[in-house]
């Protein structure tokens, strides 16, 4: 099962908000992402996070991974409609002996941006 | 092509029935990863290849649960006998390289999923 305990589960807010969304986690994370996912269609990504403290922006978003490498937060700035959807974080690990890594997925924030 | 394709969008299935769902990666990456997503939750690891090979399964509910990639580019899910718990959608996902995720470069590509009802 799901190890990421996202935050909160759903929002509404008015257009040109500042929205703020969090994943915790009990295990530690190579790298943290952040996508976006509209009805009908796959997860979108919209930050990647490599490093422990490290803090990223893509436009209006702002993203960070926490110094424990368990925790991140997703910022959007001056909401606007097409920012309506849902929002997952994603932590990854390298599995041991491999080159690759795995995604986990948090339950997703449900944003809602009223006009 | 440009995204990662899947086929079918939907598909309505009958209890007992067998489904076939097909992932058309982006030409030339050598991961690919399905993940099953249900209603209102976030997307569940189910098997990662590198190439044809099939490196991890361990995310396949049961053994009606079957994933092939015989060529290295295109991949089949298979879901024999399908029951009302399989209801669910199924995310294909690929990747140009087979290290994980150090950089931007190989970062997951989504597909958007072929949604499975069992009846």
């Known amino acids: 099962g799901q190890q990421l305990n996202q935050s909160p589960q759903s929002m509404f807010i008015q257009e040109g908000e500042d929205v703020s969304m969090n994943c915790t986690s009990s295990?530690?994370?190579?790298?943290w992402l952040w996508y976006k996912q509209d009805p009908g269609e796959g997860p979108v990504l919209l930050i990647a996070?490599?490093?422990?403290?490290e803090l990223t922006s893509n436009g209006r978003l702002t993203a960070q991974f926490g110094i424990t490498r368990k925790d991140s937060f997703l910022n959007i700035s001056a909401s606007i409609p097409s920012d309506v959807g849902i929002y997952f974080c994603?932590?990854?690990?390298?599995?041991?002996?491999?080159?690759?890594?795995?995604?986990?997925f948090g339950q997703g924030t449900i944003l809602t941006v009223h006009p | 092509g440009a995204g990662v394709s899947q086929s079918p969008r939907y598909k309505v299935a009958k209890r007992g029935q067998d489904v076939a769902l097909r992932c058309d990666p982006i030409?030339?990456?050598?991961?690919l990863f399905w993940y099953q997503q249900a209603l209102g939750q976030g997307p569940e690891f189910l098997t990662y290849f590198q190439n044809e090979a099939q490196l991890d399964k361990s995310g396949l509910p049961s053994d009606r649960f079957f994933a092939e990639r015989p060529e290295g580019s295109v991949s089949t899910l298979k879901i024999q006998r399908t029951q009302q718990e399989d209801s669910a959608v199924y995310l294909c996902?690929?990747?140009?390289?087979?290290?994980?995720?150090?950089?931007?470069?190989?970062?997951?590509?989504f597909g958007a999923g072929s949604r499975l009802t069992v009846l």
């Open positions: 996070l490599y490093k422990a403290g």
């Open positions: 030409s030339g990456h050598v991961s």
């Open positions: 994603a932590g990854q690990v390298i599995l041991v002996g491999t080159s690759y890594g795995k995604l986990t």
């Open positions: 295990s530690i994370f190579n790298t």
């Open positions: 996902a690929s990747s140009p390289s087979r290290l994980a995720g150090t950089s931007g470069a190989n970062v997951l590509t």
